[in-house]
């Protein structure tokens, strides 16, 4: 199929600027390690907070930690293997130290809340590498990497809310991020599901950069996404997704509503930088977002993202 070349932002800036502001890396509008988001609403996240400390480096003792009742920092040291899902509890802060990889299995958070993950690698887990389902809130999911997964790299569903994914690379992989996990589970997920999206790195995964189903607002931004042989973001099922300032490089279909045998949901798109990239599908309004930030130009994005998404780029 031959592919459509476009090469502008949605919004205000000029055409002509593009070229120049391509040109040369810019530093971040906010910190990196800064949280930004649904997660700060409903009384923010703070995951284990100042809670004592405990270093793993077997999977029995990461299954046990994780399981706690009690508020714990847990950092990850070394490769973990293990299979499944192991059950976070509320009130965790799992960081990785340098290198650190959880390899076939994820995390799952079950109905808990005030939950950290960071700086950690992901590979071929044999589910879903995070899960967020049954109403967990205030959820943080940072500086991660993921790939060659079964299912979703982060996917959130089931009443789940006040939640951020930020800073992460997907790479070699399909299922990224599902957000609602059935178009028949209305009565669950309505009023919830919102969640923030910022400075992600889809690196050639294939789709689901979210597929969103009933959530609004949820808000896609900053996020870089290059060579998605699939599609970007899809807004299904009533969900109001604002899609802003995000670069697409050598993306057929950045963005779109419906997918599947869902129904559509609606889809503002402003001041997105399209680069060899389709123009995208939009619909309808979205609920204003409550929080601050500042977004970084889109055309700035590809060079910020790429220099410090995913594991191994700060240091916690």
């Known amino acids: 199929m031959h592919r459509r070349i476009h090469r502008f932002i949605?919004?205000?800036?000029?055409?002509?600027?593009?070229?120049?502001?391509l040109a040369a890396p810019q530093p971040a509008s906010a910190a990196i390690t800064d949280l930004v988001g649904w997660a700060?609403?409903?009384?923010?996240?703070?995951?284990?907070?100042?809670?004592?400390t405990t270093t793993v480096t077997s999977a029995s003792a990461l299954t046990t930690a994780?399981?706690?009742?009690?508020?714990?920092?847990?950092?990850?040291?070394?490769?973990?293997?293990?299979?499944?899902?192991?059950?976070v509890r509320s009130n965790k802060t799992i960081i990785g130290n340098a290198g650190a990889a959880i390899v076939g299995c994820g995390l799952n958070i079950n109905g808990d809340r005030n939950v950290i993950i960071r700086n950690l690698t992901f590979r071929n887990w044999n589910d879903d590498a995070i899960n967020v389902?049954?109403?967990?809130?205030?959820?943080?999911?940072?500086?991660?990497?993921?790939?060659?997964?079964?299912?979703?790299?982060?996917d959130i569903k089931r009443g789940s809310d006040?939640?951020?994914?930020?800073?992460?690379?997907?790479?070699?992989?399909?299922?990224?991020?599902?957000?609602?996990?059935?178009?028949?589970?209305?009565?669950?997920?309505?009023?919830?599901?919102?969640?923030?999206?910022?400075?992600?790195?889809?690196?050639?995964?294939?789709?689901?950069?979210?597929?969103?189903r009933f959530g609004n607002p949820v808000h896609v931004y900053n996020?870089?996404?290059?060579?998605?042989?699939?599609?970007?973001?899809?807004?299904?099922?009533?969900?109001?997704?604002?899609?802003?300032?995000?670069?697409?490089?050598?993306?057929?279909?950045?963005?779109h509503l419906g997918e599947g045998s869902s129904d559509a949901g609606t889809l503002v798109a402003r001041n997105n930088l399209l680069v060899n990239s389709g123009s995208g599908q939009t619909g309808g309004s979205v609920a204003s977002i409550p929080y601050s930030y500042t977004a970084d130009a889109a055309a700035n994005v590809k060079s910020i993202v790429t220099a410090n998404?995913?594991?191994?780029?700060?240091?916690v």
């Open 40 to 52: 700060t609403q409903n009384g923010g996240t703070t995951g284990g907070g100042s809670a004592a």
């Open 133 to 154: 389902q049954e109403s967990a809130t205030n959820i943080w999911v940072d500086h991660n990497s993921f790939s060659n997964g079964y299912d979703g790299a982060v």
């Open 309 to 315: 998404a995913g594991a191994g780029r700060i240091s």
């Open 162 to 212: 006040f939640i951020t994914v930020s800073w992460n690379r997907v790479f070699s992989h399909d299922k990224s991020m599902l957000l609602g996990h059935s178009d028949s589970n209305a009565s669950q997920d309505v009023g919830h599901l919102r969640v923030t999206y910022h400075h992600n790195w889809f690196d050639a995964s294939t789709q689901r950069h979210p597929r969103v």
């Open 66 to 87: 994780v399981g706690s009742t009690s508020a714990a920092v847990i950092r990850v040291s070394g490769t973990i293997s293990c299979s499944g899902m192991l059950r």
């Open 10 to 21: 949605q919004g205000a800036i000029p055409l002509a600027l593009v070229g120049a502001v």
């Open 223 to 255: 996020n870089y996404y290059n060579n998605n042989s699939g599609y970007g973001v899809a807004s299904t099922e009533g969900a109001g997704v604002l899609v802003e300032a995000n670069s697409f490089e050598n993306v057929d279909d950045p963005f």
